[in-house]
């Protein structure tokens, strides 16, 4: 997967019509990608920045069926999450890992509550379920979780789902879409769309961020395509707006925020699931590559707010804080806090007709995560809402859709039981770079073959030079961030120490690219100034 070598292929093929473009590079666009070249139809996908750079990057890491929508009573959402969980673990076994949690009941009535719901939830899985829940004493509860506050404690109820690597799984699906014929292509934003003479899309036009000629207009490209897709998560509107200036808004972003923590606030490998907060919402501990995501929040907010950078709200943080303190030993403070993200959600919400009226409610807690697709009168596919856990069924109605759009040849969906980059049967989770799967040995052999290259960027983390030099030559990682944070995790993991990595992966990367000093210093000044904005000052 070599940029260079993909634009090639665009630019020397321009009077093609291809069958299938895609704008955005999320789980949901990379998804469709794969589904629609894995069926046979020549596809072509443009994210305006690096692959998962937006939501897909910053979510709870989980690939589960929902408690919380159970509790809602959203069962058909439930019952196809938990569905795409288990194909999900066949899939990539590589990324997804069986993840036992804990609901530490402390009222009498709360163990059995939790535990009939829970059963309900094993049943809904069926065979494709991750193992039984139970209800389990106070003993055994705090010896899962021996940082648990223990006052009042009654015990608990166990159960399993998936959790996951979201960047990592985005790039290996930007890979196996590669594989198979697709064109993916990072920082190349769609800036129009082309109609023909019966006001039907046709195309779209799409400017290369990386172009460095004096006029604009040699970095811009018209691409022809019979059908055009868009999957811009919390952007669907500004491209619907391209279509039809007048187009009805269909997302309604709500902000959630993940505080990293040292993992001795969370020994043990169990993580921790709040059922009821006081905003009335979950909340998550959850073990991830050595350290302890928790979160999230569910802040509404305005489509103008809507950014690549979201940044946490303060009461977001505080809420965070004070309700993991309120079941840890240890309170965590604001001091403790390695690293803090926020993504914003692509709900899909039901505005009124009318401009002005039911645009505040209903509040996005409330809101369906189930996935939304529409077709529009001139052609144009939107795809939002949905779940990182269900990108997959999600880009199958799409597909399903657009042959039907386009006038394609119809051909059925083969992502069932289609393996993802990477795909390795018994994964060791417990060791730091397991998520990259089967190319572990392609790694290890460039450092057996170059000793230099295995080199730590960091004497507390296990990634190498080999990690850089390989997410530049394999994984289309274009800049510093690209790769410590979502080709490595070293940004969310901890901010300051990916800081204290940058000017290193800089040369690496200067060097594989082809980039000057000039390159390397404007890298390491805009890499610092990003995650500044991850640290809790
Ligand atoms: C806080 C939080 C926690 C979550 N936790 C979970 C979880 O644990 N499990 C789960 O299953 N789901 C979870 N989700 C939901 C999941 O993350 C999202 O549903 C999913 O990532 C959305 O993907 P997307 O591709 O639709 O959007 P995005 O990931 O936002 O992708 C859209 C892409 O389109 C690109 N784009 C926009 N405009 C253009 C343009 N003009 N040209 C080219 N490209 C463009 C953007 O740059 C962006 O990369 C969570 C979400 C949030 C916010």
Request: charged share 25%.
């Amino acid at each position: 997967m070599q940029r260079d070598h993909l634009l090639k292929q665009l630019t020397e093929n321009l009077d093609k019509i291809w069958d299938i473009v895609v704008i955005g590079g999320g789980a949901t666009g990379l998804g469709i990608a794969v589904d629609a070249v894995s069926r046979g139809y020549s596809t072509l996908l443009f994210e305006q920045s690096d692959f998962s750079k937006a939501t897909s990057s910053r979510s709870t890491k989980l690939v589960h069926g929902g408690v919380r929508y159970l509790a809602q009573g959203d069962i058909s959402l439930v019952f196809e999450a938990l569905h795409e969980r288990g194909l999900l673990r066949q899939n990539a076994p590589h990324l997804v890992k069986n993840q036992a949690f804990i609901i530490p009941s402390y009222d009498w009535w709360e163990g059995p509550f939790y535990n009939i719901g829970m059963k309900v939830y094993d049943m809904m899985a069926g065979k494709l379920g991750l193992g039984p829940s139970e209800k389990i004493s106070r003993e055994e509860t705090m010896k899962a979780i021996p940082n648990l506050d223990e006052n009042q404690l009654n015990g608990g109820v166990i159960y399993h789902d998936g959790q996951f690597d979201d960047s990592r799984l985005a790039i290996n699906l930007a890979q196996t879409a590669v594989e198979n014929g697709a064109i993916v292509l990072n920082y190349m934003k769609v800036t129009n769309l082309i109609k023909d003479v019966e006001n039907i899309v046709s195309g779209v036009v799409v400017v290369n961020q990386e172009g460095n000629n004096e006029n604009a207009k040699l970095d811009e490209y018209r691409i022809k395509s019979k059908v055009v897709i868009n999957a811009t998560g919390v952007f669907v509107d500004d491209i619907m707006k391209m279509d039809n200036p007048s187009a009805k808004k269909m997302v309604r972003p709500s902000q959630g925020i993940h505080l990293i923590l040292d993992k001795s606030f969370l020994q043990g490998d169990s993580a921790i699931m709040i059922p009821k907060t006081s905003d009335g919402r979950v909340l998550f501990a959850v073990p991830w590559h050595g350290k302890v995501v928790v979160g999230t929040t569910d802040t509404p907010l305005n489509l103008d707010e809507a950014s690549l950078e979201p940044r946490a709200l303060e009461q977001e943080v505080e809420f965070v804080l004070t309700t993991a303190a309120q079941y840890l030993k240890k309170d965590p403070k604001r001091e403790d806090v390695l690293s803090i993200f926020a993504g914003l959600r692509p709900l899909a919400a039901n505005f009124s007709d009318k401009e002005g009226e039911n645009e505040e409610e209903p509040s996005t807690k409330e809101i369906s995560r189930s996935h939304r697709l529409m077709v529009s009168l001139s052609g144009l596919i939107t795809i939002t809402g949905g779940k990182w856990t269900t990108y997959r069924k999600m880009a199958e109605d799409t597909i399903n859709k657009a042959w039907m759009v386009g006038g394609l040849p119809e051909k059925r969906c083969v992502t069932h039981n289609m393996p993802i980059h990477g795909y390795v049967k018994n994964t060791d989770f417990d060791s730091p770079a397991y998520f990259y799967g089967s190319d572990r040995a392609q790694i290890e052999d460039m450092i057996h073959q170059n000793q230099m290259l295995g080199k730590r960027l960091h004497s507390d983390y296990e990634y190498t030079k080999a990690h850089v030099v390989w997410g530049a030559r394999h994984e289309m990682a274009r800049t510093v961030e690209d790769f410590l944070a979502r080709r490595v995790r070293m940004l969310l993991l901890d901010a300051r120490v990916s800081m204290d990595m940058a000017p290193e992966v800089a040369q690496i990367m200067a060097q594989e690219l082809g980039k000057d000093e000039k390159w390397i210093n404007s890298q390491i000044n805009d890499y610092t100034e990003l995650a500044k904005g991850y640290i809790l000052s």
